[in-house]
């Protein structure tokens, strides 16, 4: 059966399916090459600062690769759509991990159990992160909204946040390091940890944008 497009809702031709299919593999790969670089100088750089923030942080980028990781298996398949639900509920107990995650390290910040360190490193890093997420996310989401997959428009979503978490981040270091506000990485986490149980939900009903999966995957 030939995928609906989300944006058109007419049926795409099967060579365009499969450069769809192609583009979705390689933002993935991008994505996870790029957060395994992220994560190793985060938990390397937050080691050396003692930053429990720059160390969460790299840890986020493990926990996106994994999303990333289950489109990319998804679309190993010889008919992606198959594994659509696995992929989506893989993606969502990333973000459940993500949000439990970031909700005890913020707790822990909150309580004077943690803070985080100024790191130059650190401060360089999410702020490459602020401008690279936002745009891989962007190219995923069109891409999977085209092809009508829900997982990968759910994996675009987890990249967003970690562009959130990022700029999150980059706050708290900043405002640390300027004015000694060591709970402020920690309340923008709060935030970030509920947007992501949000989204984990959403993922995990299939519900991964503004349209059904039904209507993504033109399925009556």
Not at 17 to 37: D, E, F, P, S
Not at 80 to 98: D, H, K, Q
Not at 158 to 171: G, K, N, P, W
Request: glycine share 8%; charged share 15%.
């Amino acid at each position: 059966m030939s995928a609906t497009s989300a944006s058109t809702g007419r049926p795409l031709d099967p060579a365009r399916t499969r450069t769809l299919q192609r583009r979705i593999r390689w933002v993935v790969a991008v994505t996870i090459g790029y957060n395994v670089v992220e994560a190793v100088v985060a938990i390397a750089a937050g080691t050396v600062a003692s930053s429990a923030a720059l160390i969460g942080f790299g840890l986020d980028s493990v926990v996106e690769v994994l999303s990333a990781a289950a489109v990319a298996w998804q679309f190993t398949a010889a008919d992606p759509e198959s594994r659509e639900r696995t992929a989506l509920r893989v993606i969502a107990v990333s973000f459940f991990g993500l949000a439990a995650y970031v909700t005890v390290d913020s707790a822990l910040s909150l309580l004077g159990m943690r803070e985080a360190a100024h790191s130059p490193v650190g401060l360089a890093l999410t702020a490459v992160s602020i401008l690279v997420m936002p745009l891989l996310s962007w190219f995923e989401r069109r891409t999977g909204r085209e092809l009508g997959s829900a997982s990968a428009v759910a994996d675009s979503k987890q990249t967003l946040i970690c562009s959130y978490l990022s700029a999150a981040v980059f706050l708290g270091l900043a405002l640390n390091a300027l004015l000694g506000w060591a709970w402020a990485d920690a309340v923008a986490g709060l935030v970030i940890a509920a947007f992501a149980v949000r989204e984990g939900v959403e993922a995990w009903k299939g519900d991964a944008c503004t349209v059904s999966v039904s209507e993504l995957t033109g399925e009556s």
